[in-house]
Structure formats: structure tokens, C-alpha cells
DNA sequence: CAGTGGTCTAGACCACACT
DNA sequence: GTGTGGTCTAGACCACTGC
């Protein structure tokens, strides 16, 4: 194969500091993930058999199977015992909400049915100083400004500010977001060849302001909940920088910690 | 060993439903689990060597080794390379604060140092039906409430009322809490022998009333985070009922999505 | 040095899905 | 039946820790 053998580096420095030592796994892994970035192997699809893919990189199926076994545990690849593996995809049933964690309370009646989406806005700016560290663009650099409100049972719930940067979602526009049946990362997955893997959410408590409150038919000065989200795609890359505001009256923010 | 062979049960019922399959490794993560919560292996030790829990229960090293990963990926187990595998505790230094996700925000200058406790109230209460139903308990059982309020580099930032149930927090008092040196989760453990593991969290966006804002040195009717948590010990039962209110003006409720 | 967890292999067999 | 992922084993060797 064409991957060093377990000790990686050929030539050993005298310097202190060991060479980092990378596990063939890891490196299988690294492989791997090419293969996804490279658009090899697309979302929905299958991808090679272990057995195929140990024969690809010379090693034994377990090896493979080690690397196979953390892509799936973050959630980028699919295993399904009998079918094969696949690579994880926005557009499926039952990961419709992968990265939204609004719920509606346990009063609440559950069969509240799908979200009702409507695009507000949809226009293209310049990146502020801020946007643009956070997207690792330039000051100044194009990006594209979505607006939206979520509706639950007709009652309007989340309003979002979405960021994107301008070259990587050319041609996008408040129709197409309007026109697509599914979640907005199935299509900038299907349309775009961008797909959202990972995310970190800083929340706070805000008051909402006039324009908030009416958009939201909510009262001037009401609590909202503040999500300020940074979706990265495969290499850790930042793609989009979302401004959620969501009422909580009804739903609540669920979270998991272990 | 004392567990049956792969295919589990030893008679097969004639009904329709195949009964379920529960592989080796399975089974020796239940044993495990058992030893853990009887208190076999304290937190802060060491248990067995896989080698040597491989030949208590009969299987091989890699079985044993694939029931640690997973108790390990659950943080119910922390594996150290060369020592051994030990049983997570929160009483460590890198752990201080495992559940707590408030962080200060990027401006904000990080030496902020540790936390100031202060306990403002400790008393036995009898549960609400609501308290009973999330803590397993009956309506009116008895419980204990704690109140304390948590301040950052002098700033008063969350007020949090705990709810316990008396009997497993028997001899808990506003002076023992005030005492301890270490986090509450760490004095659960060592001195109640109250191991949690797990919780589930609830986030809303509130309005301080006015005792919460006298508290929290707040103005009446700022937006506060509430967030409702359900601690678990081992077996997943439900053993603390927590609500805090949390100041999000110079810090933020951090969640990362996968 | 011995003992621990970590990696890698090869092979056998099981559970599941499709044809 | 064939091919997929899933389990289990046994053995060799590597990396890290502490005596």
C-alpha cells in the first residue's frame, strides 16, 4: 500500500519531540474521507465493501472496519448491516432535523406536522469584519444574507439570519430556497455539493425588538432564545453562520449531556 | 462462563417475534455495569485488567476490550494507556465542570478563576406530582431543595433550585454543602455514594421576576436562559431535578452539534 | 524490566437483506 | 444462495507507565 508502515516517518529527526505517532487506522481514515470530500462517494450512496476497500489500501478488513467505525460514530457514514455502508445524507426521513433541537413541549400536541417555511429575504452583502473571521473569508469578501421564519401549527417560532459565503452557493435565490421540498442543508447538499457535518451553537437569552417581535407575532421586549450557529463541512471547513431566534413558549431547546 | 452462548436464549419460544440478539460483548458491558453500580469498582479506581477480566468471564480479550469502549465512549470509564482503566469520577481537576455548559464569552478575559459557590437555602420539601413523575418518586414523598447561587470574577450568573430525593441525600445540610470543597457532583459521589451519569437538559428564554433579579443583581424582566435538567445515576434513574437561570450578558450556554 | 492498553492480522462463524 | 456488515477468537507486536 501506499501508506508508510505503522511507525510513519521515514527519516527520524533528532529532535526531542517524538514524531507523532498515527495509527494505520487513522490513516485508513484519513483516506476515507478524501474519497467523501473529493465527491467519490455521494451522499446517499453506498460505498465500497470492507472487504473491497481493505484490498484497495492493503490491509486486513479489521483495520478498515476501525476506520469505517469512527466515521460512523461522527455521523458520516451509515452502516446497515446486510446492505452496506453509505454516506450519511441530509435528505432522508428520519434525519429531516439533524442539527435543530427545538421541540415542541410535552403538552404540546404532538402530531404538529411539518414546519411551515417561508423565505423573507434573500439578497447579497459584504462580510463584516466578524462574519468573515468566523467564515475564514476576507473583510469585505461577497456573502449571501437568507432570512426565514419556521412556523409550527401555523404559529410562527424560529426567524433566522443565515450567512453563507457567496462562490461556493452561487445562484442561489429566495426562489430556488422557496421552490426545494426538504431541509435547507438537503439542498445545498443536492444543489451545491456542500454538505454540513458538524456544528457548535452558542445560545443566550435576548428581548426581542419591534421588527423580531412582528415578524414573529410575539410582544416588544419578550425573552427569545438566541442560537448563533457555525456549520463547518468535511475538512472542518466553516460554510454557513446562522442566527436563530426562537420562541420558547410552546418548544424548548433539548439537549443531551453524557 | 456463567453467560449463555451467542445466540442467547436457551429455549426458543414458537411465537413470532425472533428473540432478541444480544452479542457477547453486550453481556459483559451489563456485568461490568453491575460491578460499577454496586460499588465492586469505586470512581477515581482502577479496575481489572482486560486480560484478567477476560478470563473471569470466559471470553476472550477482545470482547472485554469492545465492552470498554463503549463504556468508555459512554464517559463511564476513562482508559489510560499503560496504567489501566479506571472508573470515571467527577471529582478530577480537567472535569470540574462536566454538565455545566455556560462559558464566558470571547471578550470576555478568560482567567476568570473558579466559580464562588454560595448555598442560600437547604431544605426537605414533599414532591409535586411533577417532581415525582421526573424523579421516579410518588406525589408527596419527601425531597430535599437546595438553592445556591454561582458567581463569576464577582458577578452573580446562575441561581439554581435543586430538587433531590431524600432517602439515597439522607444527612445533606446548607453547612455540608458550604463546606466541601469541589463541585456538587463530586460531593454526591464521595459522600452519598451517588454516582450520575447522564442528564437531559430543557432550555428556554425567560423573564427574571422580581426575586430573580434581586438575586442575580438583574433588572426585573431581563431575559434569562432556564434550563431544566433530569440527572441520571447508573441504572438511568432519575436522581436530581434541576432548574437554573442562567445571566447570558457576559456568558453563553455552548452545545456541539454532530 | 513487567504490566497495561492499543494496533493489526487472519480466520471462522452469525445475522441480515436481496434476489 | 450470495454478499453485506457484525461478532468472536487467538496471537503477535507496539506504545506507554512505572518499578
Not at 22 to 36: A, F, V
Request: aromatic share 6%.
Amino acid at each position: 500500500m501506499a501508506i508508510a508502515a505503522p511507525s510513519s516517518s521515514l527519516l527520524q529527526p533528532v529532535a526531542e519531540t517524538p514524531v507523532a505517532f498515527s495509527p494505520l487506522y487513522q490513516q485508513i481514515k484519513g483516506l476515507i474521507l478524501q474519497s467523501l470530500q473529493s465527491g467519490e462517494w455521494k451522499p446517499g450512496q453506498v460505498i465500497p465493501s470492507e472487504i473491497d476497500l481493505a484490498a484497495r489500501y492493503h490491509v486486513s478488513q479489521g483495520t478498515v472496519r476501525k476506520a469505517i467505525d469512527e466515521l460512523a460514530a461522527d455521523n458520516l457514514l451509515v452502516r446497515r448491516q446486510g446492505k452496506g455502508t453509505f454516506v450519511a445524507t441530509h435528505a432522508e426521513h428520519h434525519a429531516q432535523y439533524r442539527f435543530l433541537r427545538l421541540q415542541p413541549d410535552a403538552g404540546t400536541l404532538d402530531g404538529e406536522g411539518p414546519a411551515q417555511r417561508s423565505i423573507l429575504d434573500c439578497k447579497r452583502l459584504r462580510a463584516t469584519a466578524e462574519q468573515a473571521r468566523l467564515l475564514d473569508l476576507r473583510t469585505g469578501e461577497p456573502v449571501l444574507l437568507v432570512r426565514r421564519l419556521m412556523a409550527f401549527s401555523g404559529v410562527p417560532t424560529i426567524l433566522e439570519d443565515i450567512w453563507l459565503p457567496a462562490s461556493p452557493f452561487k445562484g442561489l435565490t429566495a426562489e430556488r430556497l422557496a421552490i426545494y421540498q426538504g431541509t435547507m442543508y438537503a439542498l445545498f447538499e443536492k444543489e451545491f455539493g456542500v454538505r454540513m457535518v458538524r456544528a457548535e451553537e452558542k445560545i443566550r437569552a435576548v428581548s426581542a425588538d419591534a421588527e423580531q417581535a412582528r415578524l414573529l407575532q410575539s410582544t416588544l421586549g419578550a425573552p427569545l432564545l438566541s442560537v448563533e450557529r457555525v456549520a463547518h463541512t468535511y475538512n472542518d471547513a466553516p460554510m454557513e453562520l446562522r442566527r436563530g431566534l426562537y420562541r420558547t413558549d410552546t418548544h424548548h431547546y433539548h439537549n443531551s449531556l453524557s
